[in-house]
């Protein structure tokens, strides 16, 4: 640091200030006020730079007298440490003294731990009874008291054995042996709460304190696990059938209990009645609408709140649904099943059902009930449908006209007089209906179906032509050989095409 360019700098700043203060000689008579501020300014400067100097010095003595206190701290540790090292040393053979102690106070440990559990070791026979009894009642929360107990003293018992350094194969299967019943308990109460979980529906309806009893129990056997991982980690004792991980299990049997419940409501087939399909879709929306008013309104008091089964039941009959609809669409559905699960796929997120009033469940983060790949495939498929049935109906309206073109009678007359069929008519209807029935699935369909439509009348105009050209030649022909034919009626069919063909739907369309 350089000191003289700094005070070079500074009275240069102080000339400059004095100059811009003194610019008018009547400002000469304020210098004395100028000196009184400067002096004031000057003297709280010094009195500031003396208090943060006092501060600093402060610290610094407080940190010296902190340095010198762990000093010594250090010193009395490291001579307490050196004591230590020297006893340790010179008590280094007592630990073959002490051999036997050590092998009394393990023996006293198990003499206490089996003191603790007699009561239960004599009682087991007793107690597994007692729990068979609870579970044939339905007393669940009591047996599992039974079955905890039970399961405590064989797991003290094989604590201590772990424990003990000559851990014998010979006691822990005696053991295991004596208490085989706990495991049967435990499988035969399992399958009670299964059971319960299974039909939540029913019992949060009629016996909710039911259900409660069962979750309460699987929340139980819950901590259980971690208290067992607890003991895995610190001791490496590992208890017999566990983790049990019941809670997991309770969520497969509600999923199982969904897909069984969607499943099982198709009455018939294809087979037994056409309309199959249709009466399926329309079961499984009841049942889910009723369903998930009930798991809104009554399930979620039941359940744990970290549970969340609310949401978790919307995911289960969605995800579980849309299992059924892919197995359904591998069933090779027809031209009208194709619709019908399509509109009822657009009917699932309306107020029908998913947004009813008293749902009003959001589905936009569960994803699609069919992928955009198979939903694409119906529709191609329904198409390919579509237009074979579309061909097949044109084959039998032309075949219908040729007949109605050689009958000895009068076509039909309008109004005006003029000859007509209703073929026109039935075409348009038929065109119409197909597009009324792909509006009811999406704007896409309606595309698909309406080119399809001008394609297949375009085709039917031409293959018209054709008939009526070869009709014409026919009655030509007829009429040469036999000259003695009328020829009426051919030409009132004749008369009757042209004005079909020239109506103006018809001329519109085309």
């Given at each position: 640091m350089d000191i003289g360019r700094l005070e070079t700098d500074a009275k240069a700043a102080a000339s400059k200030h004095v100059i811009n203060m003194l610019q008018r000689p009547d400002q000469l008579e304020k210098v004395d006020q100028y000196k009184r501020r400067v002096m004031r300014k000057k003297a709280s400067v010094e009195a500031m730079l003396k208090t943060a100097m006092q501060s600093q010095l402060d610290g610094v003595r407080t940190g010296l007298n902190q340095l010198q206190t762990a000093l010594q701290d250090i010193r009395e540790i490291k001579h307490g440490l050196n004591e230590v090292e020297s006893a340790y040393t010179s008590v280094s053979h007592l630990s073959e003294?002490?051999?036997?102690?050590?092998?009394e106070s393990m023996?006293?440990?198990?003499?206490?731990?089996?003191?603790?559990?007699?009561?239960?070791?004599v009682n087991v026979p007793?107690?597994?009874e007692r729990a068979r009894n609870m579970i044939d009642e339905g007393n669940l929360l009591l047996a599992h008291k039974y079955i905890t107990d039970l399961e405590f003293s064989r797991n003290g018992l094989l604590l201590e054995l772990h424990k003990q350094q000559t851990d014998s194969p010979t006691d822990r299967n005696f053991i295991k042996q004596y208490f085989s019943d706990v495991d049967q308990l435990s499988d035969a109460l399992a399958k009670q709460?299964?059971?319960?979980?299974?039909?939540?529906?029913?019992?949060?309806?009629?016996?909710?304190?039911i259900l409660v009893t069962a979750l309460r129990i699987i929340e139980r056997e819950e901590m259980k696990d971690q208290y067992y991982i607890k003991h895995k980690s610190q001791l490496g004792f590992v208890a017999p059938g566990r983790p049990r991980k019941w809670r997991e299990h309770c969520f497969k049997v509600l999923e199982e209990a969904v897909a069984t419940k969607i499943e099982a409501n198709q009455m018939e087939d294809r087979s037994g009645h056409k309309m199959w399909l249709v009466r399926h879709l329309e079961v499984t929306r009841q049942l889910l609408l009723e369903d998930l008013k009930v798991v809104k309104m009554l399930c979620e008091?039941?359940?744990?709140?970290?549970?969340?089964i609310v949401n978790r039941f919307v995911k289960l009959y969605h995800d579980c649904l849309s299992q059924r609809l892919h197995e359904l669409v591998q069933d090779d559905l027809e031209g009208n099943e194709i619709v019908s699960l399509l509109n009822w796929i657009k009917l699932y997120s309306?107020?029908?059902?998913?947004?009813?009033?008293?749902?009003?469940?959001?589905?936009?983060?569960?994803?699609a009930l069919l992928d955009n790949k198979t939903v694409d495939g119906l529709i191609a498929k329904y198409i390919q449908t579509l237009e074979v049935n579309i061909n097949e109906w044109l084959a039998n309206t032309m075949k219908a006209e040729i007949k109605d073109w050689n009958q000895e009678s009068e076509p039909e007359a309008d109004s005006s007089g003029y000859f007509h069929t209703s073929m026109p008519v039935i075409l348009f209807q038929m065109i119409e209906q197909h597009l009324?029935?792909?509006?009811?699935?999406?704007?896409?369909?309606?595309?698909?179906?309406l080119a399809l439509c001008i394609q297949k009348v375009t085709d039917f105009a031409i293959m018209y032509k054709e008939g009526v050209e070869a009709f014409k030649k026919q009655h030509d022909v007829t009429r040469k050989k036999n000259r003695c034919?009328?020829?009426i009626h051919a030409k009132y069919s004749l008369l009757h095409t042209l004005h079909d063909c020239h109506r103006e739907q018809l001329r519109k369309f085309l």
């Open positions: 003294k002490l051999k036997e102690l050590s092998v023996k006293h440990t198990q003499y206490a731990s089996a003191v603790d559990n007699v009561k239960h070791i007793e107690n597994v709460l299964w059971m319960i979980i299974s039909r939540t529906i029913a019992y949060v309806r009629k016996e909710p304190t008091p039941c359940f744990p709140p970290h549970y969340d309306s107020s029908e059902l998913m947004q009813h009033p008293q749902l009003m469940f959001d589905t936009t983060q569960l994803g009324q029935v792909a509006a009811q699935i999406n704007d896409e369909m309606v595309n698909h179906v034919s009328k020829p």
